[in-house]
Each structure stands twice: as structure tokens, then as C-alpha cells.
């Protein structure tokens, strides 16, 4: 824990193996392709066809768990016996930061320009 004053401290997450890019999903899933997906059966939880509040079948999926994202992936992956998961925090990440190796995405250092922070 950081007392106050105290400049925060930022890890630069470092992958190996960058091939996930090429696997990841280039847009979201889109609510009708999680109703399909939600009609197979279950794997370990239920998940609820229509989770979302903005609705339309070409909207993103929102309002939805981890833990319901994952039973999504464990749904595709056993009906088309290829591969789905979720990306690690660090591929996450990396995928985030677009290549850049600095503590911020606009650099080195942060200010009060750019950021409503106390120093």
C-alpha cells in the first residue's frame, strides 16, 4: 500500500508469445451471437439469452459476467471444437497499450493536464 505523496508505481506486462493478437476477436460479440450461443447446452451455468439493456441484434452483449463470458467461450469451443477463451490480464493489456512500452499510453509521465489527480 502507497502513502499519500507517494508517486504510484506502474508494471509493464511483458508477453512472450504475441500470436494471441491474431486469434482475438476483431469486434464484440454481438447480442445475436450470443443468443446462439446461449441456446447450446450448458456446460457449467445458465446464461440468460438477452443480458443486455441496450438491445438489438447487431449491439454488443453488455451487462454479462466473467464467469458468463467464460461458459460462452466453453459453449463455442465444444460446438466447433476449435479453442475460445478470454485473454489473460496480460495479454489484455498488451493488447490495450498497442504496442507502446511507456508506464502511460501518451508516454513517461502524467500531469494534471491530463489527468484530474491530486499530486
Known amino acids: 500500500m502507497r502513502n499519500a505523496g507517494q508517486p504510484l508505481s506502474f508494471k509493464a ?3 512472450s508469445d504475441r500470436t ?3 486469434k482475438c476477436g476483431k469486434y464484440p ?3 445475436a ?4 450461443v446461449a441456446a447450446l447446452p450448458q456446460i457449467n ?11 438489438g441484434s447487431k449491439r454488443p ?6 464467469l458468463e463470458a467464460v461458459e460462452f467461450c466453453d459453449r463455442l469451443s465444444k460446438h ?5 477463451r478470454l485473454p489473460s490480464e496480460a495479454e489484455w493489456e498488451y493488447a490495450c497499450r498497442a504496442g507502446t512500452t511507456t508506464p ?5 509521465t502524467i500531469t494534471t493536464d491530463l489527468a484530474k489527480f491530486s499530486a
Open 20 to 22: 494471441f493478437c491474431e
Open 80 to 84: 466447433t471444437s476449435k479453442p475460445y
Open 45 to 55: 451455468r445458465e446464461l440468460d439469452p438477452n443480458p443486455s439493456y441496450f438491445k
Open 104 to 108: 502511460f499510453h501518451f508516454g513517461d
Open 13 to 15: 506486462f511483458v508477453v
Open 61 to 66: 452483449v453488455e451487462r454479462i459476467t466473467w
Open 33 to 36: 451471437q450470443w443468443e446462439v
Open 29 to 31: 460479440v454481438t447480442q
